[in-house]
T-cell receptor
Framework: AQKITQTQPGMFVQEKEAVTLDCTYD???????LFWYKQPSSGEMIFLIY??????QNATEGRYSLNFQKARKSANLVISASQLGDSAMYFC????????????FGQGTRLTINP | GAGVSQTPSNKVTEKGKYVELRCDPI?????LYWYRQSLGQGPEFLIY????????DSGLPNDRFFAVRPEGSVSTLKIQRTERGDSAVYLC?????????????FGNGTRLTVT
């Protein structure tokens, strides 16, 4: 069963604008973690931000923030003041707290920042 | 400090041949993961090691795939009788612990091409 869904195959945004990348997830485990990774054309996977299921506040890391809506099972990534270097594939991933230790990834969203 | 190292970075082999892909995790990281990423897709889980033992090998597609981590550090992914469908980027990741909030640190991957 698909546990992570990213419905936007591609996004195009003007430089300096904010962008929201969507992610919904499915789990019955009350303990879980949500991650966002960036993969530039060079292929490396870069960890951006983490949100725990019990965290009361939305996670933030510099220009990245996570809009966590637990009841809707969504964990959207918000990038403020986008830069040309933000152009990349972005993956949402989830790890469930009980048993499974693997990260399950979504299909990704290709973000293109236009000058 | 050094990140996750994967060798070779590229491997071209003929259908039916045997290949070995190597992963050197970050020093001290006890958890090691192998993923496979096809073009335009998210990483797909293959196997996870905690120390020397394979804690979860549920993602290995068939018995042609095997992985070892004999001393709890370096790991080798072995593919027998390669098929053209095995062509993908094989990603290795490590983590210092397996708490739900521990991010995975990825290597740059091995691009395998089966001709």
């Amino acid at each position: 069963a698909q546990k992570i869904t990213q419905t936007q195959p591609g996004m195009f945004v003007q430089e300096k604008e904010a962008v929201t990348l969507d992610c919904t997830y499915d789990t019955s485990d009350p303990s879980y973690g949500l991650f966002w990774y960036k993969q530039p054309s060079s292929g490396e996977m870069i960890f951006l931000i983490y949100q725990g299921s019990y965290d009361q506040q939305n996670a933030t890391e510099g220009r990245y923030s996570l809009n966590f809506q637990k009841a809707r099972k969504s964990a959207n990534l918000v990038i403020s003041a986008s830069q040309l270097g933000d152009s990349a594939m972005y993956f949402c991933a989830m790890r469930e707290g009980s048993g499974a230790q693997k990260l399950v990834f979504g299909q990704g969203t290709r973000l293109t920042i236009n000058p | 400090g050094a990140g996750v190292s994967q060798t070779p970075s590229n491997k071209v082999t003929e259908k039916g041949k045997y290949v070995e892909l190597r992963c050197d995790p970050i020093s001290g990281h006890t958890a090691l993961y192998w993923y496979r990423q096809s073009l335009g897709q998210g990483p797909e889980f293959l196997i996870y090691f905690q120390g020397t033992g394979a804690a979860d090998d549920s993602g290995l597609p068939n018995d042609r795939f095997f992985a070892v981590r004999p001393e709890g550090s370096v790991s080798t992914l072995k593919i027998q009788r390669t098929e053209r469908g095995d062509s993908a980027v094989y990603l290795c990741a490590s983590s210092p612990q397996t708490l739900v909030g521990s991010p995975l640190h990825f290597g740059n991957g091995t691009r395998l091409t089966v001709t």
